[in-house]
C-alpha cells in the first residue's frame, strides 16, 4: 500500500471528529442546515475508505496488513505508546460497514429526525459516533482502542438519552453506561495485565509474543478481554441494558444498538485471535458466553411484543452466534466477522424498517396493535420482507451465507462440544426462525388490530408510507440483505480477504456431515416460520398479552434478568455503600468530629483568658513564665 | 588613664541600618520643613528609598560576610554573619512591601491613618482635622525608625544594643498602633496594651541581660560564651540555675516580640486595633526581625551551656512550641474576625517557627530564615486584603474594614481577583504544596526530626491540620457561599474578650456607621466590634496602585516559593551561619 493510502488513515477518525466538533460549536445557527454537514462528513468519511479499501485490494495479500502512526502519544520511560493506526483488511471491513450504513443512516435521519429541534445535535453526537468507531478499529494499540472504546461508550449514552425530557429515557442512557464501565474494567484490567507481562500495548508486541508467555496469564487476559466484550456487545451476564437502549432514537438503535457499536466486542476479540488460542480455556468460556446469551436473546425475543425490543433480542441473540464463532478459534473467526457484515446489514435494515413503521403508526411500538400494514406499507413490507428472510437464513439470502457457516464450525471438534455448541447453534435457528417470523407476522400480515377511525375499541392509526429519505436506505440496505452474502461468500472470497489477520484455518470435517446440517437448519427454520405464520397470521392476535405459562411470562421480562442484577449486584452493593456510609458516620466522622468539637472547645476556654486587660495578660505572661519553669524543673528532676 | 582612641569604623557594616535610620531622621525634617502638600510624595519616595537602599546594602555585603563569615565594628557592636544579613533582607523587603500598602488611600481618597492622631476621638477638633483633609505623614519616619530598629535587632554581638535595637523598633510601633483613622479607641486602648506589656517583656529581657553580665561579666555574647564554655569556669557548676534563668529571660523578651505563648496574649488585641497596614506591617516584619534575633542570641548562648543546661533550655523551648501552636490553632477556629483569625494564625506560625528551632543548629536556622520569608510574603498579602474589603453605609459611604468573616461571603463573585489571592495566601499558610508555605513547613518540621524532636514535629503536623480548618473555611466563605447582605448572627459566638464585667464598649463611639449597635454595655470591646459588624454592606474598594503592587508581590512570590523555590533554598542554605567563626 503506498504512503499516500497510509496518511489517510487518521483523516477517518479526524472527518467526522471534525463534523461533530463544528456541529457541536455553530450551536443554533447551524440548526438549518446542520444535519447535511452531518451527512457529509460521514459520506466523506465513506469515501476516504473506499480510497484506502481500492488501494488495499490492489496490493498482494501479505501487504494488506501495514501500520501508520502519527507520532508518540504516551512516552513513559520503558512505555511508548503510539498514535497509530492499523490498515488491515479486518480494520477495513469495519471502516466499510461503519461508514457505509453509517451514511445511510445519517440520510435516514435527516427525515426522521425532521421534527426534533434537536437534529443538529443528535447529528453531531452521530459524528462523534462514527469517529470514536473508526477510532476503535483502526488503532494499533490497546490503549488507542480504547479511546475509541469510551468514545463509542459515551455516544451510545448520549443517543440513548437523547429525549431525557422523559425521565425512563435518561435512566435507560445511565443504565448502558453504568453496565458498560463494568466491560471497560475488563478492558483494563486486561491492558494492566499486558503491562507486566508484555510491557506493551500494541497489537504487534502482544500479539506477536503471547505464545511465549504464561498460560494463566494469558487466559486471565483472555478472560478480561472477554468481560469487556460481554459489556459492550450485551452478552451473558452484562446483557441487560440492550433493551433498554431501545429508548433512544430509531436510528440510533441501527446504528450503534444493532449494525456497528454491538459488535465491537467481537471485533475486540477476534482481533486479539493470537492471544486466545494461546488461551484454550478463555476460548471454551468465550464459546460458552456466545452459546448461552444466542438462546438467550432468542428465548426473550419470542415473547417481546415491543418490536424494537424484539430486534433488540434478536441482535443480542445473532451477536451470540458471532461471539461462538469467535470462541472456536481461528475456522470461527471469519464466518464470525462474516456474520457480523451481513447482520449489519439486514439488521439495520429491520430496525429502519421498524423506524419506518413508527413513523406510520405515531410511534407506536406494540405489535399487538399492527398488524396487515403490507398494503399501507409497500416499500417497508418489502425490504423488511428481505430483512426477515436474511436473518431466517433462508438461501439464497445473506444470512444464509454466513449464519449456516457458523452452525458448520460449531459442529467441528472432539468430544462434547461440537455435540453442545451445534446442537444449541442449530435450535437457535429455529427459534430466531420463529419469533422473527413472529415479529414480521405480526406487523404487516393478519388482521388490521387498528383502525382509521378508533372504531371498536381498536386504536387509531392512520399509517403512511415514509418519506424517500427514509426508504432509498432501506432500499440500499435491503439489497445487502438479499447479496451481499452470496457476493461476500463466492469462492470463500471474505474468508480468503481476512486471512492476513485471522491466518488459514485449516478445512475440517464436522461431525455431521455438511448436507445433513443444511438440511436439518432449513427443516427448523420452516418449522418455526410456519408455527409463527399459524399463530399470528392465520389467528387473531390479541391486542394486549394473553395468560401464558411461567416461561413465557418470564422471557417478556427478559427472563428477568433485572431482578437477578438487582439481587445479584445492586442489593449487595446498596448495603455495601450504606454500611460504608456508616461506618464513615460513625467511626471517621465522629472521630473528626470529636476532634473538631474539641479543639472548639479548648478555643472557647482559651478565648476566655483573652479577657482584654493589660493587668491579666501581664499576669499569664509572668504565670506562664512560672510554669515553664516548673516543667523544666520537673524534667529536669526527673531525668535525673 | 588611657588616651581615648577614635575607633575604626567600617561604615559599610553599618549601611543597612544606617541608610534606613538616616532616611528616619530625613523624614523628620521634611515632616518639618516640607509644605504640607508635598509632604507624602516626599516621604513616601525617602522611605522606599531607603527600604531598597538597605536591600542594596545587603546586596552589596553579601560576597563579603559570606567569604570572612563576619562583618562587625567595634567590637560586635554591630555584627553581621550571613544569618543576620538573610533577616535584614528579608525584613527589608517585607518592610518595603508594607510601606506599599501603608501608603495606599484606595479609591476613597483616605489612607488608614487618623487626620491627627493627638486629637481626642469623637471632638470637634477631631472632625475640624477631618474636614480639613490633614493627614499623619509621620507615620513614614516612624516606620523607618521601626525597620531600622528591626534591622538591628539581629545584628549585634552587643546585648545592650540589643536591647537599644528593641526598643527602637518597638516605640514607634506603639505609637503607629495607635493612629488608626476609624475605631480610634481601639486602637489606642491596643496601642496602650501593647506598650505596656512590651515594656514588661523589656524589662523581664533586661533583667536577664543582667544575669548574664552577673553570671560571666561580660555583654558580648561571643565573650560570655566563650566564658561559659570555658572548662576552668565556675559558673557553670556553680550557679547553673542563674545562667538558665539569664537565658530564659532573655527569651521571653524575645518570645514576646514574635507572639509565642504565653506570651502571647497582645497579639490578636493589638493586630486587630492597630491599624490594618500597620498590623501587616508588624505581623511579617517585627517576627522575622524577633525570630533573627532569637536565632542570632539563644543559638549563640546555648553554644555556651553544658548539656543539661542545654536540655533545660530545650525543653523550655518544647513548652512554649507546644503551647504556642495548640493556642494559636484552637483559638484561632473559632474566631469570627477576620483580622483576630490571621494574628492567631500569626501566633500558630510563631509555634511552627520554634518547631524548625529546637534543634538549635543550622538546620534550624537555613527553616527558620525560608520560613520567615514565606510566611511574611503570605501574612503580608493578607493583611492587605484585608485593607480593600470595606462596609459601606445607606449613603453609599465607605467605611472601615469589613472583618467579620461573615461579610467575607461571596467575596469571590464580588471580587474575584482578590479572592483568588487571598486564598493563595491563605493556603500557603496552610501550608498546601505549590505554595511557598508548604517547603516552608516542611522545612521546619523537617529541621525539628533531624534533630531528634519528633514528637513536636507531628504536633506541628497536627496543629497544621487543624489549623486548614479555619483557613480553607475563609476560602469556602469567600468562594461557595453566597453573598448575605443582611447578615445574621452566624452562631458562632465572638472570639476574644466576652469578661461579663469588661470595659465599656467606649471603642466604638468614633467608627463610623456602628452607631446603630445593640445592646453596647456589658461586652468587651473588642467583642463589641464584632457584634457590631456584620451590619454594613460591605465593598471591596480599588487600589490606587501600592497595594495591588503589594499583593501581587506576595502572591507570586508565594507561587514562586513554592513550584521553584531552588534559588531561594540554596540563598537560605548559603546564609544559615548564624554565629560569626570567631571575631
Known sequence: M????????????????????????????????????????????????????????????????????????????????????????????????????????????????????????????????????????????????????????????LLIGFWDHHLPNAVAGKKAFLMNRVGDMGLIVAMMLMLATFGALDFGTVLGSADAADQGLNTAIGLMLLLAACGKSAQLPLQAWLGDAMAGPTPVSALIHAATMVTAGVYLLVRSGPLLEAAPDAQLVIAIVGALTLLFGAVVGCAKDDIKKALAASTMSQIGYMMLAAGLGPIGYAFAIFHLVTHGF???????????????????????????????????????GFGWLAILGVPPFSGFWSKDKIIEAAFVGEGWRPWVFGTVALVGAGITAYYMSRLFFMTFAGRRRWSADGADGTVERHPHESPLLMTVPMVVLALGSVGLGWVLAAGDGFVHWLEPVTGHAEHD???????????????????????????????????????????????????????????????????????????????????????????????????????????????????????????????????? | MNEFVAPEIDWAVLSPVLVVLAAGVVGVLVEAFVPARARRVVQLVLTLGALAGSLVAVALLWDRVLTDGLAFVVDGTVLLTPFTLGIQAVVALLALLGVLVVADRTSTGQDAFAPTAAAVPGTAYEDAARQAGLQQTEIYPLMLFATGGMLLFPATDNLIVLFIALEVLSLPLYVLCATARRRRLLSQEAAFKYFLLGSFASALMLFGIALVYGATATVSLELAVSRLANPDSPVLTMMPDLVIAAVLLISVGLLFKIGAAPFHTWTPDVYQGAPTPITAFMAACVKAAAIGAMVRVLFTLAAGLDEPLRRDLETGLWVVAILTMLVGTAAGAVQTDVKRMLAYSSIAHAGFLLVAMVGLDEVGAQAVLFYVLAYGLATLGAFAVVTLVREQDADGVVLGEATHLSQWAGLGRRSPLLATAFSLFLLSMAGIPLTAGFLAKFGAFSAAVEAGAWPLAVIGVLASIVAVFFYVRLIVLMVLTPPVEETADDGVTPAGAVAADGTPDDGFRDGEGVEDGPEPARTGTLTAARALAGRAAVVVVASQGPTAVAITVCAVGVVLLGIVPAAVLDWTTQAAAFRPFGP
Open chain 1, 509 to 640: 470435517e464436522p461431525v455431521l456431515a455438511v448436507p445433513v446440517i443444511i438440511g436439518l437448519t432449513l427443516t427448523l427454520v420452516v418449522v418455526g416460520a410456519a408455527l409463527a405464520w399459524v399463530q399470528y397470521a392465520t389467528r387473531a392476535v390479541p391486542t394486549t398479552a394473553p395468560p401464558a405459562p411461567a416461561l413465557v411470562r418470564a422471557a417478556r421480562v427478559d427472563l428477568h434478568q433485572d431482578d437477578v442484577n438487582e439481587t445479584l449486584v445492586m442489593r449487595p452493593g446498596q448495603y455495601l455503600t450504606r454500611s460504608m456510609v456508616f461506618a464513615d458516620r460513625t467511626a471517621v466522622d465522629a472521630g473528626w468530629l470529636g476532634l473538631a468539637g474539641g479543639v472548639g472547645r479548648l478555643g472557647s476556654w482559651l478565648r476566655g483568658w483573652q479577657s482584654g486587660y493589660a493587668r491579666q495578660y501581664a499576669a499569664i505572661t509572668l504565670g506562664g513564665l512560672g510554669v515553664i519553669v516548673l516543667v523544666i524543673w520537673l524534667v529536669a528532676t526527673t531525668a535525673g
Open chain 1, 2 to 157: 503506498t504512503t499516500q493510502t497510509l496518511s489517510l488513515a487518521p483523516w477517518l477518525v479526524a472527518t467526522p471528529l471534525i463534523g461533530a466538533a463544528l456541529l457541536l460549536l455553530i450551536g443554533r445557527r447551524g440548526d438549518r442546515w446542520g444535519h447535511w454537514l452531518g451527512v457529509l462528513a460521514s459520506t466523506a468519511t465513506f469515501v476516504i475508505g473506499l480510497v484506502i479499501l481500492l488501494d488495499m485490494l490492489g496490493v498482494d495479500a501479505e501487504q494488506r496488513v501495514a501500520t501508520s502512526s502519527v507520532g508518540t502519544w504516551i512516552d513513559a520511560g520503558p512505555l511508548t505508546v503510539d498514535l497509530g493506526f492499523q490498515l488491515d483488511p479486518l480494520s477495513m471491513t469495519f471502516v466499510m460497514l461503519v461508514t457505509f450504513v453509517g451514511t445511510l443512516i445519517h440520510v435516514y435521519s435527516v427525515a426522521y429526525m425532521s421534527h426534533d429541534h434537536d437534529r443538529r445535535r443528535f447529528f453531531a453526537y452521530l459524528n462523534l459516533f462514527v469517529a470514536a468507531m473508526l477510532l476503535l478499529v483502526l488503532a494499533d494499540n490497546y490503549l488507542l482502542l480504547f479511546v475509541g472504546w469510551e468514545g463509542v461508550g459515551l455516544a451510545s449514552y
Open chain 1, 346 to 384: 439486514f439488521k439495520a435494515g429491520l430496525f429502519l424498517g421498524a423506524g419506518s413503521v413508527m413513523h406510520g403508526m405515531d410511534d407506536d411500538v406494540d405489535m399487538r396493535r399492527f398488524g396487515g400494514l403490507w398494503r399501507l406499507l409497500p416499500v417497508t413490507w418489502i425490504t423488511m
